[in-house]
């Protein structure tokens, strides 16, 4: 029996389709870096003596960029102290954290080839600069201490964890000498600042200092780390 030539025409058609999907490139497989933040403040005393080092380990909301080249290609905030980017084409990439201008930490390149990609190393967020609230951590208000060390524009305020201001401080020109503002622990509108964690930052041109500020007990119950 033969077959009529539509139908060769057709079979060979779909031989022909069949070996065109087998030549198509097919599309690159995508992948995640997964990575951990730390954040490290000073505690001090009603007195204003050192009291020990707190390493927080599991902070939420702390955002987190992913840079490839000179490109932001991600944005996240950490969960329990871990960021994660879904969804990434092989490549090289940096994750890194800021609080304000140049303060923050970020990674050595990641390079993803055909796997998923674990940060090798610990984004690390700690306390910088002569900056002192007495006392850290604080119930209800907070004195901040710095010195300025020529007559210069300066700005002290309250960030939350997400870098997002809470309270302005203070914003004028500065004298060159020991100074300190106070915070009674609410936000620019009035309301208290409900957060267990806050940065208080100072900026005076180029100098750029923060510190962590732990919301707690009145009293300092003890020294070290955790």
Known sequence: MRFPWTCWCMALGISALAACSRDQPSAPSLHSITGSLH???YLVDVNGKFAGTRVLGDADG?????LHGSEVVGRTTTVDGIYRFSGLLPGDYVARSRVIGDFGDQTNPMVIATSDV???DTLQLASRGDL???PNPFADSTRIFFT???TMWVDVGILDVGCNTVKNLQSLESLPLRQAVYWNGRDQTGRPATDSLYWVTYVAGHDVRAHLLFKGRSSYQGAGSR
Not at 62 to 66: G, I, R
Request: glycine share 6%.
């Open 39 to 41: 954040l490290t403040g």
């Open 62 to 66: 702390v955002p987190v960029e992913l």
């Open 118 to 120: 674990s940060a090798a």
């Open 132 to 134: 002192c609230p007495v």
């Open 148 to 150: 300025v060390p020529e």
